[in-house]
C-alpha cells in the first residue's frame, strides 16, 4: 500500500495580500518572495521552494492541501487507491505541476469537500539558505515531517478517518474528551492523525464550521522563538484565542492567535513526538485558556484547580 508521507505544501487564499505579507515576515518569521505574479506570492521555511501559495482568491480560507507520496511508484499506487475507494481525481498536465513546482500531481476532494492534491519530487533549493523574515533563535521544524499540522473541516469525522487511514494510510484516533462549557454534558471528541514522526499533522473536530480551515500550527525547535513571536503577537495586539499552554498530545508549549483572514495560527514548539499507540486526555498538561472566544475552540482545556 502506498502512503501519504508528509503535508508538503499549502494554498492559502486571502483578501488582503499586503497584510499577509507583512504579517508572515514580521510575526511568524517565514521568508515571503515571489516570482513575479501579481495574483500569489510564496512562504517558505526551510530549503523547499515554497510551503505556501499565498492566493489573492479572497476566500480567507484554506484553499488546497498537497499531500507527499515517496516517488513515481507510490503516486500510481496511490491512483489506485483512490480509484478502489471510488474516489475521482484529475490527472495535472506539465503546466500544472510546473505550478506547484512538483514532478507530477493529481487533484481532487477529500470526503469533507477539501480540495486536496497528492504529489511526488517537490522542488527543492539548497542553493537558496532559509532566510526568516526576521531574526529566529532557531529553525522551524520541517523535513520528514512536513510544513506542520492543521484542524481541517470535516461533516463526517468517521467518514474522513476511514479515507485518511485506508486509502492515504494514516494512523490516529480519538485523543480528546473535552467539555465545551457553552453545551453542558457535551463531549468533543476530536479525531487526531499521523504519517510521520509529528505527533499529528490533520485533525477533525466535527460539527458546523465557517471555513475549511480552523488553524494551522508552526513548530520552532527553539523555545525562545515561541516566545519571541509571544511578544511580537501582544505588542501589536493580536487577537489571542488561547493562552500559552501545553498540549497533553504533542507537549508542545503552544499559543493562538488571529491571522489577517481572521482563523488562527498557532506557534509553539519543543513537545515529543508521535507516541503510534493511542491515549486519550480529558484535559491539556496546564494552560491554553481561552481569552478571545469566537474563533472555533472554545473549549476547557486546563483543569481547573479550585475544584476538589
Ligand atoms: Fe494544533
Given at each position: 500500500m502506498a502512503v501519504v508521507t508528509e503535508l508538503g505544501y499549502l494554498g492559502l487564499g486571502v483578501s488582503n495580500m499586503a497584510a499577509w505579507r507583512e504579517y508572515a515576515a514580521q510575526v511568524l518569521g517565514l521568508q515571503v518572495f515571489d516570482e513575479?505574479?501579481?495574483d500569489r506570492f510564496y512562504m517558505r521555511m526551510d530549503y523547499q521552494h515554497h510551503r505556501y501559495i499565498v492566493h489573492n482568491s479572497g476566500t480567507d480560507d484554506l484553499d488546497y492541501l498537497g499531500w507527499r507520496v515517496a516517488g513515481p511508484e507510490e503516486f500510481d499506487e496511490m491512483k489506485r487507491q483512490l480509484e478502489a475507494a471510488g474516489v475521482e481525481f484529475r490527472q495535472c498536465d506539465a503546466a500544472e505541476c510546473q505550478e506547484r513546482r512538483v514532478l507530477d500531481l493529481i487533484k481532487f476532494l477529500d470526503p469533507g469537500g477539501n480540495p486536496t492534491e497528492i504529489y511526488h519530487g517537490p522542488l527543492i533549493d539548497y542553493h537558496k539558505p532559509f532566510h526568516p523574515g526576521r531574526g529566529m533563535h532557531g529553525r522551524f521544524v520541517t523535513g520528514e515531517e512536513g510544513l506542520g499540522h492543521l484542524i481541517l473541516r470535516q461533516t463526517d469525522v468517521q467518514k474522513a478517518y476511514r479515507f485518511y487511514t485506508d486509502v492515504f494510510g494514516m494512523r490516529g484516533s480519538i485523543e480528546y474528551h473535552l467539555q465545551v462549557p457553552q453545551a453542558p454534558g457535551v463531549i468533543a471528541k476530536p479525531v487526531f492523525m499521523h504519517c510521520n514522526g509529528r505527533d499529528h499533522t490533520v485533525a477533525f473536530v466535527g460539527g458546523p464550521a465557517p471555513k475549511r480551515i480552523n488553524h494551522l500550527k508552526f513548530e520552532v525547535d527553539n523555545i525562545d522563538d515561541v516566545g519571541l513571536t509571544h511578544d511580537i503577537v501582544r505588542d501589536r495586539k493580536l487577537p489571542v484565542h488561547l493562552g500559552l499552554g501545553k498540549h497533553s498530545n504533542d507537549h508542545m508549549l503552544t499559543f493562538y492567535h488571529v491571522n489577517p483572514s481572521g482563523w488562527l495560527v498557532e506557534v509553539g514548539g519543543v513537545g515529543r513526538k508521535a507516541t503510534h499507540q493511542s491515549e486519550y486526555y480529558e484535559?491539556?498538561?496546564?494552560g491554553h485558556d481561552n481569552e478571545e472566544p469566537g474563533y472555533g475552540l472554545d473549549l476547557r482545556l486546563r483543569y481547573d484547580w479550585s475544584k476538589k
Amino acid at each position: 500500500m502506498a502512503v501519504v508521507t508528509e503535508l508538503g505544501y499549502l494554498g492559502l487564499g486571502v483578501s488582503n495580500m499586503a497584510a499577509w505579507r507583512e504579517y508572515a515576515a514580521q510575526v511568524l518569521g517565514l521568508q515571503v518572495f515571489d516570482e513575479g505574479e501579481t495574483d500569489r506570492f510564496y512562504m517558505r521555511m526551510d530549503y523547499q521552494h515554497h510551503r505556501y501559495i499565498v492566493h489573492n482568491s479572497g476566500t480567507d480560507d484554506l484553499d488546497y492541501l498537497g499531500w507527499r507520496v515517496a516517488g513515481p511508484e507510490e503516486f500510481d499506487e496511490m491512483k489506485r487507491q483512490l480509484e478502489a475507494a471510488g474516489v475521482e481525481f484529475r490527472q495535472c498536465d506539465a503546466a500544472e505541476c510546473q505550478e506547484r513546482r512538483v514532478l507530477d500531481l493529481i487533484k481532487f476532494l477529500d470526503p469533507g469537500g477539501n480540495p486536496t492534491e497528492i504529489y511526488h519530487g517537490p522542488l527543492i533549493d539548497y542553493h537558496k539558505p532559509f532566510h526568516p523574515g526576521r531574526g529566529m533563535h532557531g529553525r522551524f521544524v520541517t523535513g520528514e515531517e512536513g510544513l506542520g499540522h492543521l484542524i481541517l473541516r470535516q461533516t463526517d469525522v468517521q467518514k474522513a478517518y476511514r479515507f485518511y487511514t485506508d486509502v492515504f494510510g494514516m494512523r490516529g484516533s480519538i485523543e480528546y474528551h473535552l467539555q465545551v462549557p457553552q453545551a453542558p454534558g457535551v463531549i468533543a471528541k476530536p479525531v487526531f492523525m499521523h504519517c510521520n514522526g509529528r505527533d499529528h499533522t490533520v485533525a477533525f473536530v466535527g460539527g458546523p464550521a465557517p471555513k475549511r480551515i480552523n488553524h494551522l500550527k508552526f513548530e520552532v525547535d527553539n523555545i525562545d522563538d515561541v516566545g519571541l513571536t509571544h511578544d511580537i503577537v501582544r505588542d501589536r495586539k493580536l487577537p489571542v484565542h488561547l493562552g500559552l499552554g501545553k498540549h497533553s498530545n504533542d507537549h508542545m508549549l503552544t499559543f493562538y492567535h488571529v491571522n489577517p483572514s481572521g482563523w488562527l495560527v498557532e506557534v509553539g514548539g519543543v513537545g515529543r513526538k508521535a507516541t503510534h499507540q493511542s491515549e486519550y486526555y480529558e484535559y491539556d498538561m496546564w494552560g491554553h485558556d481561552n481569552e478571545e472566544p469566537g474563533y472555533g475552540l472554545d473549549l476547557r482545556l486546563r483543569y481547573d484547580w479550585s475544584k476538589k
